[in-house]
Every structure is written in structure tokens, then in C-alpha cells.
């Protein structure tokens, strides 16, 4: 069974930094799949924010491009985003997940694991 465990969410005034982890047990790393970041800001759907693949290959929603960088450590079993010039619209529960696909890295669907979450408020 996956379990995957998030930490490091907070809040943080605008421009700051965080870094999110995410400690997967019981996850088979496989080729073709992915894991990635979720986040859904209250009363909104959940976005793919970033993914990677086994290969290395990452994926990013257009607005955090350049901002965030996600990251796995395979040894430590845990995956990491690591979020600079945070805004006031990248406030919501922030959710990783394992098992996608690669072909859909971003979509919520192609992903059988989640995490319960971690909140981050980013205030102005």
C-alpha cells in the first residue's frame, strides 16, 4: 500500500520561500510513471502544478514556471518542491501524488496515490 506523507507547508508573505517534501513508502518507482504536485486554493478545483518523471523530466503549470522547482530523491523516497517569489494566488492545500502517467503528467486522473495535503497561505 502507498502512503504518502507531505510537510513543510506554512505561511509565508509574498515574494517568500518554502519547500514542500513528500516521503512516499511502499511506492514502486516504474518507467512511464510520474509523480507531481497538486493544489487546490479553497473553493476551486485541484490544478497539476509540477511533475517528474523516472527519467528526470519535469513539467510545470505555465504560472509557476521559473518559480517552482520540483524535485525526487529516489534514495529517500521523497519528492520536493521547492516554490520561490510566492504570491498571494499560490495560496491552497498543496497534494502530491504517484502513480501517473506520462503521457498526462499534470492531469489529476492519471495518478492512484495521494497525500492528505499541506496548506500553504501566501499573504500580500
Known amino acids: 500500500q502507498v502512503q504518502l506523507v507531505e510537510s513543510g507547508g506554512g505561511s509565508v508573505q509574498a515574494g517568500g520561500s518554502l519547500r514542500l517534501s513528500c516521503v512516499a513508502s511502499?511506492?514502486?518507482?516504474?518507467?512511464?510513471?510520474?509523480m507531481g504536485w497538486f493544489r487546490r486554493p479553497s473553493g476551486n478545483m485541484r490544478e497539476g502544478v509540477a511533475a517528474?518523471?523516472?527519467?528526470?523530466?519535469?513539467f510545470y503549470v505555465t504560472s509557476v514556471e521559473g518559480s517552482f522547482t520540483i524535485s525526487l530523491d529516489t534514495a529517500k523516497n521523497t519528492l520536493f518542491l521547492h516554490m520561490e517569489s510566492l504570491k498571494p494566488e499560490d495560496t491552497a492545500m498543496y497534494s502530491c501524488?504517484?502513480?501517473?502517467?506520462?503521457?498526462?503528467?499534470?492531469?489529476?486522473?492519471?495518478?492512484?496515490?495521494w497525500g492528505q495535503g499541506t496548506q500553504i497561505t501566501v499573504s500580500s
Open positions: 501524488a504517484a502513480g501517473g502517467r506520462s503521457y498526462m503528467p499534470l492531469l489529476e486522473p492519471g495518478y492512484s496515490s
Open positions: 511502499g511506492y514502486t518507482y516504474t518507467i512511464g510513471s510520474c
Open positions: 517528474i518523471l523516472t527519467d528526470g523530466s519535469t
